[in-house]
C-alpha cells in the first residue's frame, strides 16, 4: 500500500458493516481501524491519534452520541455518524454534541468516501494556519511571536498551545476542561492567569477584550475572522 491518506476509526456493532465499510476505506488507500462498540472505542482512541471516526449512532451499550459526550473534551477528531434512515432527531443531536456530519443508512460507499476526504482536506488546510493577521496583529507559531502594533511579545509553549488550538477554531468556545487537557496544569496556577496573559499581548484593552473573550458558563473563545 502506498502512504494511507488518513487513518480511520470504524464504529459499529454490526460486524458485517463495519467489514464492507473497511474494505472500501482499504480500496481507497486508507488505513482502518475498527472498534464494535463504543466501550471499544473509547479504549482505543486512548492509544492511537485518529484523522476521523466514522461511528454508528445505535449501539449496545453506550450508542455514538453519548460517546461524543464523553469524550469531546479530549477529543478534537473528525467524526461522521452513520445514522438510522429517518432518525432526524438523533442526526440534529449528533451535530449539537459535536459531529462533523452524518450519513443515513443505507448509504453509498462512494458518498461516505467523498464526505471523508472532504473533512480530511478541511482539517489539512487548517491545520495548516501557522501565521495570521488580524486588524493590527500579527500572530506567528512558528517563532512564538505576536506582533502588536511596534510591539513584539513572546509566547511560551503554553500560551502557544492554546492558540494553535483557537486559532485553527475560530468562533468555537472551548471550556477550561478542554484547555486544561492541552496545558500542564501542575505548571501553571489556573488557565485564567494564562488567559490574562495572553490578552495583554493581543488586545488593545486587556481589560474590555476584543478578540480573547469569556464565554459566561461556558469558556472561552477568539474571534478573529
Known amino acids: 500500500m502506498d502512504n494511507p491518506i488518513a487513518h480511520i476509526l470504524v464504529v459499529d456493532d454490526d460486524n458485517g458493516i463495519r467489514t464492507l465499510v473497511k474494505r472500501y476505506l482499504d480500496d481507497n488507500n486508507f488505513l482502518v481501524t475498527t472498534a464494535k462498540s463504543a466501550e471499544d472505542a473509547s479504549e482505543k482512541i ?12 445505535m449501539m449496545p451499550g453506550k450508542n455514538g452520541l453519548e460517546f461524543i459526550e464523553e ?4 477529543l478534537d477528531t473528525p467524526i461522521i455518524l452513520l445514522t438510522a434512515k429517518g432518525g432526524a432527531e ?9 459531529a462533523d456530519d452524518y450519513l443515513p443508512k443505507p448509504f453509498e460507499p462512494k458518498e461516505l468516501i467523498l464526505r471523508i476526504k472532504n473533512i480530511i482536506n478541511k482539517t489539512n488546510k487548517r491545520d ?4 495570521v493577521e488580524f486588524e493590527n496583529i500579527k500572530i506567528d507559531l512558528n517563532k512564538q511571536i505576536i506582533f502588536k502594533d511596534n510591539f513584539e511579545f513572546k509566547i511560551n509553549n503554553t500560551e502557544k498551545k492554546i492558540l ?9 468556545t472551548f471550556s477550561r476542561d478542554s484547555i486544561g487537557s ?3 496544569l501542575g505548571k501553571e496556577r489556573s488557565i485564567d492567569v494564562v488567559i490574562t496573559r495572553l490578552r495583554k499581548k493581543i488586545e488593545i484593552d486587556p481589560k474590555n477584550p476584543k478578540f480573547l473573550q469569556t464565554i459566561r458558563g461556558a469558556g472561552y473563545v477568539l474571534w478573529i475572522e
Open 182 to 184: 492541552l496545558i500542564d
Open 71 to 74: 469524550n469531546k473534551n479530549k
Open 128 to 131: 495548516q494556519k501557522r501565521i
Open 164 to 172: 494553535e488550538k483557537m486559532i485553527n477554531n475560530p468562533g468555537k
Open 90 to 98: 438523533e442526526r440534529v443531536e449528533g451535530l449539537e454534541v459535536g
Open 46 to 57: 486512548k492509544i492511537i491519534k485518529f484523522d476521523l471516526i466514522v461511528l454508528d449512532i
